[in-house]
């Protein structure tokens, strides 16, 4: 059976799309090959995919799927995924909103659950006082599990998304994502094969 990663945004219009695209773009070059895609968004993931969809090998034991605003209903239908990936925006409401999502599932299915979650927090244009709830998020779903995607010109634009064009903090950002998934993954690959 195939491990799924889903990654779904506590509202529309929080970067979902974009943070899938990210992440497929560091996991695509594993030696098992790119992860499937599956689009159950609005259908706009091929055309934010850095080099597009066309990869050398796929690997069918790993599938990532974008479910657009769906958080907290995908959060709460925990069966259906072996990594979670939060997107919200890194406000005070987005935090509340994140919060949510990490409650259906715990109270679904138990605190355990909940380090199988990466939150990623999506920089948003102002003044936002991220501290004490950021730090409650990290108490939860642990430290590296916990990611602030700053703002980047490169990301907000619309078709595919530029990595040559990404600011440090967006590179270092992306990798911590990737790698904190792929942790994930390989902690939850089947033995024997």
């Given amino acids: 059976m195939s491990r799924q990663v889903v990654v779904a945004g506590t509202a529309g219009g929080v970067g979902t799309t974009t943070v899938a695209a990210l992440l497929f773009a560091g ?5 098992g090959g790119a992860p499937v895609l599956q689009d159950r968004s609005s259908g706009e993931l091929g055309l934010r995919l850095p080099e597009g969809d066309e990869v050398a090998s796929l690997d069918g034991n790993v599938q990532l799927a974008d479910h657009g605003s769906h958080a907290l209903r995908c959060g709460a239908d925990g069966n ?6 939060v997107v919200a925006p890194a406000t005070a409401r987005g935090l509340v909103d994140a919060n949510e999502v990490l409650d259906a ?6 605190k355990g659950r909940l380090r199988r979650v990466v939150v990623v927090l999506a920089a948003v244009f102002g003044w936002h006082r991220l501290g004490e709830g950021m730090h409650r998020l990290r ?8 990611i602030l995607l700053p703002q980047d010109l490169s990301l ?7 990595l040559v064009r990404l600011s440090t903090h967006s590179e270092r950002a992306q990798w911590q994502l990737v790698g904190v998934v792929r942790d994930r993954l390989r902690s ?4 024997g094969g």
């Fill in 27 to 31: 996991l695509q070059h594993e030696p």
């Fill in 80 to 85: 259906l995924w072996e990594v979670m990936v």
């Fill in 105 to 110: 599932i715990e109270a679904r299915h138990g």
């Fill in 139 to 146: 108490e939860r779903v642990g430290t590296r599990s916990v």
């Fill in 156 to 162: 907000a634009a619309g078709g595919r998304v530029p």
């Fill in 188 to 191: 939850t690959a089947p033995s």
